[in-house]
């Protein structure tokens, strides 16, 4: 039997798992994409295919959307506003949280229930237990949709401001993508000694695993807004900066990916925080 009809704007990678999770889980699906020969395989395994967004809009209640950007999102919904009138709506294509509020204004003025999405998962954890997915917006779009959104993970709503799932999801990113480059630095210094990058990664991998778990008691003194617990200062942190950037570039490395903290530090230091927590940096981090 089935558990309800859902259509999906978006063949890519991730659409295309999702709309197979969605099928094994016993929805009926539409499938619109823009290259329509992505749709033949779908079709063969149940689905429906649409030949335009207007007819996806018009066969289903609920509708995910999963393309490339805002751009896209906003050049297939704008035009069927109209159809999509009293519908779901369930963006789960990557935009920044300004991009997700417009998308919700927009959305608003049209009538249509309005729900962000953010997926932290790649296509082949979709449905497996690591996958999470971060959702923001209009409560009652949640509830409708989350048996069907369940089947993609774990499922958080995260706030009733469209934002706040892309928020979490670019936050979240940028912590990953700081955290590669540091793999990346590593790998280039130790290179120069002939270790593989395997190798270099392997070691990285145990040093932050030993590390990540002070992260909690780091982001307390954060929290505590003094920072004067007494822990790693500034004029501390400083000293072992500069030794880090001056070894990479004895070694024939650029030390660019090392510059930025370097540069809070010591914008710290000369304006006499030496002593201060070095956790202070994230006070610099608001543009005033
Ligand atoms: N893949 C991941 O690991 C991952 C993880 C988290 C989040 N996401 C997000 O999920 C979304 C989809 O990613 P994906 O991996 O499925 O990407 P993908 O494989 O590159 O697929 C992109 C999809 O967007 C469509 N598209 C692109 N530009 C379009 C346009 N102007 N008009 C209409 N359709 C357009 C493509 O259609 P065509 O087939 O016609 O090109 C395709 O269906 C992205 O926002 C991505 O950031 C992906």
Redesign the pocket.
């Known amino acids: 039997m089935s558990q309800g009809t859902i259509s999906i704007?978006?063949?890519?990678?991730?659409?295309?798992v999702m709309t197979e999770r969605l099928r094994a889980a016993g929805y009926t699906t539409t499938v619109w994409?823009?290259?329509a020969a992505?749709t033949e395989p779908h079709v063969k395994a149940g689905s429906t295919a649409a030949a335009t967004v207007a007819a996806a809009v018009a066969a289903s209640d609920l509708i995910l959307v999963?393309?490339?950007?805002h751009?896209?999102v906003r050049?297939?919904l704008d035009p069927v506003a109209a159809e999509l009138e009293g519908k779901v709506v369930v963006n789960?294509?990557?935009?920044t949280p300004n991009e997700a509020r417009d998308t919700a204004a927009w959305a608003a003025d049209h009538g249509i229930v309005y729900l962000d999405g953010?997926?932290?998962?790649?296509?082949d954890m979709i449905g497996e237990a690591g996958s999470l997915l971060f959702y923001s917006g209009s409560e009652n779009a949640y509830a409708i949709a989350r048996p069907a959104l369940e089947t993609f993970g774990t499922a958080q709503f995260v706030g009733t401001d469209a934002g706040v799932a892309s928020l979490k999801?670019m936050a979240l990113l940028s912590a990953m993508d700081l955290m590669f480059s540091g793999f990346v630095q590593a790998i280039a210094m130790m290179r120069t000694a002939g270790a593989t990058a395997v190798d270099t990664a392997v070691e990285v991998e145990a040093w932050l695993a030993a590390m990540l778990p002070h992260g909690k008691a780091l982001a307390a003194i954060i929290d505590g807004g003094t920072y004067d617990t007494g822990g790693q200062n500034v004029d501390f942190a400083l000293t072992g900066s500069t030794s880090m950037i001056t070894a990479s570039r004895e070694q024939g490395i650029r030390a660019d990916l090392l510059e930025s903290h370097h540069k809070f530090l010591k914008e710290l230091s000369a304006t006499g925080h030496g002593n201060s927590d070095w956790l202070r940096v994230i006070e610099l981090l608001t543009i005033r």
């Open positions: 704007l978006g063949l890519g990678n991730m659409g295309s994409n823009r290259t992505k999963v393309l490339l950007d751009a896209s050049e297939h789960l294509t990557t935009t953010a997926i932290m998962a790649t296509p999801d």
